[in-house]
């Protein structure tokens, strides 16, 4: 890696969270959202997330903890299952020199900046429970305000294009159904017809976006370049109570990642994870979530990059 490519720094991907980061750190975030690994994101989301939490205590680089920076470098080094091994951070680096040219350059990247894809992402914590409970065992859990589940999921196949980086997704209620799906994408002038199925109901509306066309024409193929051979499973929060839905969480986010593993299922496969987890750890437990650290949106930040 050249020292050039090292110091890359891109402030729209870090969160507002630049005063608690060191200028090594908030290159090597960086980094991780724009390598296309989505793994590396759901990494970087750890990251941002400690970094989240440090700042509400105050700290900045300049008077970080000797506990804090031992915490910061292990979620530096935390390796998510089937990412790339990447070198270890280095927590005695040193600020770079030339501070001034630093802040020059940074200001020029966040002024040309391209959109940044509808879902970024972010990492959460969340108490354990029993998506099977009965209202008298939610009511005992910590923070409840209601004895719904915490989280319920749907289910919503990737296609595996690009162009759903770019694709807002609503989940909605359907008098037919009892749920449903709305699609709003934004690259191009173009409607397609409703769908309905026994499921859902899939509203698909394309709109154009001079910034997404941008990133889209960076590969061939635009948004609807293959980044798999086929249909993935994906599973959307379709609705959050207690205090899933104070922790930033919303209807629509894709769960990537649970517990430092990625997670490739369908909805019930992930309530069985939550159910077990629960089981295992008990009421009082946390259970770690990472959304939308899709491999779209992995390859969208690297094309917005180049």
């Not at 020292?3 to 991907?13: C, V």
């Not at 593993?261 to 992930?270: R, T, V």
Request: aromatic letters at 6%; a neutral charge.
């Amino acid at each position: 890696m050249t020292e050039a490519s090292a110091r890359y720094i891109d402030l729209t991907l870090l969160s507002g969270l630049e005063p608690a980061m060191s200028p090594e750190e908030q290159a090597r975030v960086t980094e991780m959202l724009v390598s296309g690994d989505k793994n590396e994101l759901a990494k970087a989301a750890h990251v941002l997330y400690d970094l989240g939490v440090l700042l509400k205590q105050g700290m900045l680089f300049s008077n970080r903890s000797e506990k804090a920076k031992s915490q910061l470098q292990a979620s530096f080094q935390k390796e998510f299952k089937s990412s790339k091994n990447r070198p270890a951070f280095n927590d005695r680096d040193t600020r770079v020199s030339e501070e001034k040219k630093q802040n020059d350059f940074d200001r020029d990247i966040r002024s040309h900046a391209l959109p940044l894809p509808v879902r970024m992402p972010r990492m959460v914590i969340v108490e354990a429970y029993d998506p099977d409970g009965t209202p008298e065992e939610r009511k005992l859990l910590p923070g409840t305000k209601t004895t719904k589940p915490s989280l319920n999921f749907c289910d919503d196949p990737w296609d595996g294009t690009l162009g759903a980086a770019f694709t807002k997704l609503e989940v909605t209620k359907s008098s037919d159904t009892g749920g449903g799906i709305k699609k709003f994408f934004k690259p191009k002038k173009e409607v397609i017809p409703t769908t309905t199925s026994s499921s859902k109901t899939v509203d698909t509306t394309l709109k154009f976006s001079p910034g997404f066309d941008a990133i889209a024409d960076r590969m061939d193929g635009g948004y609807s370049a293959k980044l798999t051979l086929h249909d993935e499973p994906r599973v959307l929060i379709s609705s959050l109570h207690n205090d899933a839905a104070k922790v930033g969480l919303q209807k629509g986010d894709v769960v990537t990642h649970i517990n430092g593993e990625e997670f490739l299922g369908n909805a019930q496969e992930l309530n069985f994870i939550i159910k077990e987890h629960y089981a295992n750890a008990g009421a009082g437990d946390k259970l770690e979530l990472v959304v939308n650290a899709e491999q779209c949106v992995a390859k969208a930040l690297q094309l917005r990059a180049m």
